[in-house]
């Protein structure tokens, strides 16, 4: 018997001192992060913004693309492209990082899609209001979720699907909730979800299903693989554990100086350096960043930037250094309105979610005579 | 003393088992390869064409942006970008692979970027010739080569540089070399070297020098560290070694069927199959792609595509296949009009370049029951 079990192995931690296998790399080759030195972006070029596909990009025609809208309403629903561009606009800046970031950091590392810290990225996503559309479709009495499936197809675990996440309809009715077909005042890219996709701001990645086909209303919480068996924080392999839902504090530097090209260690000259960097949260909007130059035994403020319009967008930062000759350790923890405040142990969890452990930027300044 | 050969390691090859490790895992996570699945486009969309970024992007504003034309020439050009975009524009399409990919596939496996085998795309590069330039400003006699240095900047092996790289003078002066300024027909992104990069058609990346602030005309060969240490084919480290010139024929095969998650083995259902991919070589046209379905036992020839109009765009291919249940190892080789053919042993260097190994596709078919 040739069966599905053959290409999916169970999820397992790595073992003590096991190098990255050959299978994060295949992941890590496809998936990548966004280059530290593009923190200097409010808003992340095309193609420098992070990317997470769980199977293939799929090939959509615009042509044949619909998208139905069914389940528990009293009017179901079936838009084409140009219908649901005759739709109001709406434009959503939003910072979306991918909850997996930080997991090959984590010891025992979860093997899985080996990101380090940079799995983030923002962009202008303009569609329609996914409220409005639930409203024209109407939730029924009872309502209590909206799945949302993608056109992307594969298998995780042994279970072969398409990609569907649930979310509650509380937050589907969200007035900053988009159906984007648009990112950045351009065509979605493929890899991005063309033609069309959800963005529910503050949420970590894996609720922006892309590829979007179908929307469906339910009067029970859903329990597919994603919610039920992926996204969740275990401590042990058995738990049915917590909902990975949104964003936690994080801040980033951006790396000073210049980069030694296999190390990635910074070299940065003596003398008087600015650094900056960007602070998020999807629980609540950051109202402090500190940093640290000697891998967190000392904090300092920074300085925060002009406060953004949305919430769930990256807060710029600043920091005055005087760097004088040796090695540092830099880094850099937010805290947000709802007093959470990034950790310097780490928070871990079987699947290598939300690891916002503080970031490591190591600077060597050298002596001004070399 | 705090120096720069604290930032850099010695070049050195994998111990044997040895996984892939932090340093190489950083440089994945930035650099990132094009999906397999964008094998299906002539022209790979933006931000799925792959990166190779030696040190950090630059951060280049396109009012204060000028290209010198210096060195061994009667007349020095100095040329801000409208002077440069006031020229006639041409366009190329073009393949472009780095030279370091399948460095990971290789046994022992030199520590670097660690490729597998998709860091390859072909776009459409738009910008002014070269050539003419150079005739512009006028070679002298005894020039042999052409210096190409971008702005980024950075450490490597201990040695601190710009990015530059020498080319024969014959190359620089061929009619489809061109000073880049658009990708697939909008700006080039910071990624790609914006606001201008080098396009050599024909070669290795490392050849296409980004951020291209300065051309310099020299009457004898360049010795900098990317055309004497760095991209050089050697068996030994102490070798002088011959340089990495053009990209060694190529076939890859479009990964059939659907994915699973983590192994990205192949789920196929049994039945006819088209298989799909492209294929290309910078030293000749390529004339002949051959399909196995048994991992290099036995070999059938595909069909190949229409020829396309410039010798160093890929060429698209197919094959059919009559899937039945087992498992199947697929790849391609390809063979050039030169007479060189993909090998199926690796072609071992200790830098890990040109590692034109026949790809394995691993599918499962599995039986129609289950």
């Not at 890590?28 to 030195?37: Q, Y």
């Not at 990225?121 to 479709?137: I, K």
């Not at 029970?220 to 994603?226: A, H, R």
Request: proline share 9%.
């Amino acid at each position: 018997m040739t069966t599905l079990d053959e290409v999916s192995g169970p999820g397992r931690l790595a073992e003590p001192d096991e190098g990255i296998t050959a299978e994060e790399l295949q992941l890590a080759a496809r998936n990548h992060a966004m280059p530290l030195e593009a923190l200097r972006y409010d808003v992340t070029p095309l193609g420098l913004h992070y990317l997470l596909i769980h199977y293939d990009i799929p090939d959509i025609s615009p042509d044949t693309f619909r998208l139905e809208i069914d389940g528990r309403v009293g009017r179901p629903l079936s838009l084409d492209l140009a219908e649901l561009r005759q739709r109001p606009r709406i434009t959503q800046r939003v910072t979306l990082e991918c909850a997996g970031n930080g997991r090959a950091l984590l010891t025992p590392r979860p093997v899985s899609q080996p990101w380090l810290v940079e799995a983030v990225g923002t962009a202008e996503w303009t569609g329609c209001s996914l409220a409005d559309l639930l409203r024209d479709a109407g939730p029924v009495d009872g309502a209590v979720e909206v799945v949302f499936t993608g056109a992307d197809h594969g298998v995780e675990r042994g279970v072969e699907q398409d990609y569907q996440r649930g979310l509650p309809l509380a937050e589907a009715l969200r007035a900053d909730a988009v159906l984007a077909y648009e990112m950045n005042g351009g065509p979605l890219p493929p890899q991005h979800g063309y033609p069309l996709r959800l963005v529910i701001p503050g949420w970590y990645g894996m609720a922006h299903v892309k590829w979007l086909r179908q929307i469906t209303v339910v009067d029970t919480p859903f329990t597919g693989f994603q919610n039920d068996v992926a996204y969740r924080y275990r401590q042990e392999a058995g738990e049915y554990g917590d909902p990975v839902t949104r964003m936690r504090p994080r801040a980033l530097v951006r790396p000073p100086g210049f980069p030694d090209f296999m190390s990635r260690v910074r070299v940065q000259p003596a003398g008087p350096v600015r650094i900056t960097g960007r602070a998020w949260s999807g629980e609540a909007p950051v109202t402090r960043v500190e940093v640290t130059v000697d891998g967190g035994t000392t904090w300092a403020d920074a300085t925060l930037g002009v406060d953004t319009t949305a919430p769930w967008v990256w807060r710029s930062w600043t920091f005055d250094w005087a760097a004088t000759p040796g090695r540092y350790v830099l880094g850099a923890r937010a805290t947000d309105a709802s007093g959470q405040q990034q950790p310097v142990d780490q928070p871990w969890n079987r699947g290598g979610f939300a690891n916002n452990l503080v970031q490591r930027v190591e600077v060597v300044v050298p002596d001004q005579s070399t």
